[in-house]
């Protein structure tokens, strides 16, 4: 958990500590029976008694109870205290991923990391939360914290939904959750191997999108998934290179199936990010972007534009009479450094994927070989600039080479 969030959760338990604490005191503290008017001293409040003696007991904590219906006693002493459902929800959760956390601890170590085991503990993890969320919660409960947590997923905070819209749209967020759980188990259980999931993952979330084009129409659904947003963005920048209409309306339609397999790929790692396998499809799904924008626009079209977007190309561009250059060293300089960059991912990819055949990679060698590319590099650069000019550039840190060691993936 975040720091941020371990504040929350850590000031939501103290509300409940301090709600149970004075429930427990309140309780035994309460007369026997209330006093009779007769019985009233000086000064007491008589009219008082009656609201003293009917106040309605509260049900004793569940000290011997399990932990899922303690959990329940509390959410239910703060609804009644007046919190809101998506701060109980909070609380729950906070409190789930505590205990999980200590089991991620304790398997990664006596499993040592096994990859297997490690994934089908966080399929546990996914579905066991859900059933906890909904018995600590109530059915209602859940669902309201539960909708509103699929709807910010479904990315429809920028249109106004009726209320069978909203369900409709729940409904079809419930059943994507469902179909990516089943399709993550049948991969550990050996039914599905990579390429078959990755597949069924895309139309699965293909289908989803579908789905909702049919419930919103177009016009709402590309807002509700900010591609009108994207779609002005790209209609600006080719606007910088004169493209058609119809070259637009390709690589808009190329934009939105990135961003509907980028989300699938997303999906498929999310409890993994650090994975060497999500970095790699990430690659090859921005290269099969890249090629589809330059069928679209020829070839020298789009060099033009990835320069126009390339933030260090306009950062030369911006600075290069303070730093002695001219337009055919910001080209060359781009050139130069797309190449290391593109070398670099390459050489790591290729590592990785001997790695995965079965194939013994020597990391240190692999690492070595990196480091003399950055400093070869950085040397032609510095000759091809001058050290004034360099100097110039590194002191404004330009240059970012890095030439850090990369560790081997997990087994």
Do not use: C
Not at 50 to 61: C, D, M, T
């Amino acid at each position: 958990m975040s720091r941020e969030f371990r504040f929350q959760a850590s000031l939501l338990l103290n509300v409940v500590l301090a709600v149970t604490v004075v429930v427990l005191v309140l309780r035994k503290s309460e007369p026997s029976s209330a006093p009779s008017a007769s019985e009233a001293g000086p000064g007491t409040m008589t009219n008082e008694t009656p609201v003293l003696a009917n106040r309605p007991k509260l049900p004793p904590y569940p000290r011997q109870a399990s932990a899922s219906d303690q959990r329940r006693w509390l959410v239910d002493q703060l609804r009644e205290a007046g919190v809101p459902n998506s701060v109980l929800g909070r609380f729950v959760l906070a409190d789930l991923d505590e205990g999980w956390q200590k089991r991620f601890e304790e398997t990664a170590e006596k499993s040592r990391g096994d990859a297997d085991t490690m994934a089908r503990l966080q399929q546990e993890q996914l579905r066991d939360e859900e059933a906890q969320m909904r018995a600590a919660l109530g059915e209602e409960g859940f669902k309201q914290w539960d909708q509103a947590k699929l709807l910010r997923e479904a990315n429809v905070g920028k249109i106004q939904l009726t209320d069978s819209e909203t369900s409709a749209i729940y409904d079809l967020k419930k059943k994507l959750q469902q179909r990516t759980w089943d399709l993550a188990e049948a991969r550990q259980n050996g039914k599905m191997d990579d390429a078959d999931l990755n597949q069924a993952s895309a139309k699965a979330y293909s289908d989803f999108n579908q789905q909702m084009k049919a419930l919103l129409g177009d016009d709402r659904y590309s807002k509700s998934q900010g591609l009108d947003d994207g779609g002005a963005n790209l209609q600006r920048d080719l606007a910088k290179v004169n493209a058609s209409d119809s070259q637009f309306q390709d690589l808009l339609k190329a934009q939105q199936q990135w961003n509907n397999r980028r989300a699938a790929i997303d999906q498929q790692f999310q409890n993994d990010p650090t994975s060497p396998d999500y970095e790699d499809q990430l690659m090859a799904l921005d290269a099969e972007r890249d090629q589809e924008y330059q069928n679209v626009l020829g070839t020298n079209v789009f060099d033009t534009l990835q320069k126009q977007q390339d933030p260090s190309y306009n950062k030369m561009k911006k600075y290069e009479d303070l730093w002695g250059l001219d337009d055919e060293s910001v080209d060359y300089l781009y050139g130069a450094l797309k190449y290391y960059d593109k070398s670099v991912q390459d050489y790591q990819a290729q590592a990785r994927a001997f790695q995965a055949q079965g194939q013994s990679v020597d990391w240190d060698a692999v690492n070595n070989n990196l480091q003399q590319f950055a400093a070869q590099t950085q040397q032609a650069l510095q000759n091809y600039l001058g050290q004034d000019s360099y100097n110039k550039m590194q002191q404004n840190g330009f240059f970012q080479f890095n030439p850090l060691p990369h560790r081997q993936p997990f087994q």
